[in-house]
T-cell receptor, first 110, second 115 residues
Framework: KQEVTQIPAALSVPEGENLVLNCSFT??????LQWFRQDPGKGLTSLLL?????REQTSGRLNASLDKSSGRSTLYIAASQPGDSATYLC?????????FGKGTRLSVIA | GAVVSQHPSRVICKSGTSVKIECRSL??????MFWYRQFPKQSLMLMAT?????????EQGVEKDKFLINHASLTLSTLTVTSAHPEDSSFYIC???????????FGDGTRLSIL
């Protein structure tokens, strides 16, 4: 059974800092990995999708990497802003529908 | 813009009421949709897979008679929480993939509160 773990559970940084969120998964037989953002009481916004054959994806200040063999992904956020404050969820898709981690709650302090 | 629409966004009702939640794919056809439930500060847990034209597939521990799923068209899936009780209070969210290698898109969720 696939299990997804995200570290840290919560993170608070001053505005302008670069930061890294970590995601690990137990079964490396995945089709893709997706990073989402969730604001309080809201749905999920897809940030980046990395196919199993890819090593990384970039969108603006976000960069996600994937090391399938070791079961790890990172989400790098450059020059963080208060508007980046949210919960970031990692999810993997294999033979089952998306399996989610518990997320990292990020607070960027102005 | 949004590609998956979910309605209503918030429901508050008395215990014993049945509540229907709709999930629509806006600009694509979805033969499969997924229903998730999220408790406070917890991750999203898959409840069931909704299949157009056939029965839904429920995850272990999810009562199919309690959570009725209907996927009558390629753009609409509904989840009905029957005879809801306070323990059913949660955040319900639906999802649909545009394709096998496409991002999975989510609705804005429904906050269900049973008094």
């Amino acid at each position: 059974k696939q299990e997804v773990t995200q570290i840290p559970a919560a993170l608070s940084v001053p505005e302008g800092e670069n930061l890294v969120l970590n995601c690990s998964f137990t079964d490396s037989a995945i089709y893709n990995l997706q990073w989402f953002r969730q604001d309080p009481g809201k749905g999920l916004t897809s940030l980046l999708l990395i196919q199993s054959s890819q090593r990384e994806q970039t969108s603006g200040r976000l960069n996600a990497s994937l090391d399938k063999s070791s079961g790890r992904s990172t989400l790098y956020i450059a020059a963080s802003q208060p508007g980046d404050s949210a919960t970031y969820l990692c999810a993997v898709r294999g033979n089952t529908p998306l399996v989610f981690g518990k997320g990292t709650r990020l607070s960027v302090i102005a | 813009g949004a590609v998956v629409s979910q309605h209503p966004s918030r429901v508050i009702c008395k215990s014993g009421t049945s509540v229907k939640i709709e999930c629509r794919s806006l600009d694509f056809q979805a033969t499969t949709m997924f229903w998730y439930r999220q408790f406070p500060k917890q991750s999203l847990m898959l409840m069931a897979t909704s299949n157009e034209g056939s029965k839904a597939t429920y995850e272990q521990g999810v009562e199919k008679d309690k959570f009725l799923i209907n996927h009558a068209s390629l753009t609409l899936s509904t989840l009905t929480v029957t005879s809801a009780h306070p323990e059913d209070s949660s955040f319900y969210i639906c999802s649909a993939p545009k394709g096998p290698n496409q991002p999975q898109h989510f609705g804005d969720g429904t906050r269900l509160s049973i008094l």
